[in-house]
């Protein structure tokens, strides 16, 4: 079984940065692809970035391409995602997931991934 744990969010103002980190313990071997969504209250769960963690290959959503950077500590089992110039519409709960298959062209599909952590809210203030 995995345990994923999400840290990092925050209050920041608008144009400020963010690093979350997910941290995987238990049977993670056979882990493959991790990636961050977002959510925010009334609305389904949205793909931020994806990391193959053992090949290359990252994934990012439109709305953060330029302005995030994902990456993976195969030593620590972390996960981060780097966010730079927050905006007010960055604010929702970022999730955590992990899913064995590797990351490809449907890294988004949230159905794909077995493993989530509990969240992590962050509030981008104008």
């Known amino acids: 079984q995995v345990h994923l744990v999400e840290s990092g969010g925050g209050s920041v103002q608008a144009g400020g940065s963010l690093r979350l980190s997910c941290v995987a313990s238990?049977?993670?071997?056979?882990?493959?692809?991790m990636g961050w969504f977002r959510q925010v209250p009334g609305k389904g769960r949205e793909g931020v970035a994806a990391i193959n963690t053992r090949a290359s290959g990252t994934f990012y959503a439109d709305s953060v391409e330029g302005r995030a950077t994902i990456s993976h500590d195969n030593a620590k089992n972390t996960l981060y995602l780097l966010l730079n110039s927050l905006k007010p519409d960055d604010t929702a709960m970022y999730y955590c997931?992990?899913?064995?298959?590797?990351?490809?062209?449907?890294?988004?599909?949230?159905?794909?991934?077995?493993?989530w952590g509990q969240g992590t809210q962050v509030t981008v203030s104008s």
């Open positions: 238990g049977v993670i071997d056979s882990l493959n692809c």
């Open positions: 997931g992990a899913r064995t298959s590797l990351c490809g062209g449907g890294w988004f599909t949230t159905t794909l991934y077995s493993v």
